[in-house]
């Protein structure tokens, strides 16, 4: 699954990984930016923070693209 991050908040962050977990995905995946593309000003979480936070919650694999 996309764990879609720009302008959500780490709540909503770690619910849609357990979603992942939860409907079955086996891996999920971030895009590797310091800063929103193409909204520069839009919050985003930076890719080994966002995919630490989601592992603690689940058991799906992550990665970069």
């Not at 357990?18 to 890719?47: K, M, Q, T």
């Amino acid at each position: 699954g996309d764990l879609q991050h720009r302008g959500k908040c780490l709540r909503a962050l770690l619910a849609h990984g357990a979603e992942l977990d939860r409907l079955g995905f086996h891996s999920a995946w971030v895009c590797d930016h310091v800063y929103g593309v193409p909204a520069p000003n839009l919050p985003i979480f930076e890719a080994w923070t966002e995919l630490s936070a989601v592992a603690a919650i689940t058991k799906i694999t992550k990665g970069t693209k």
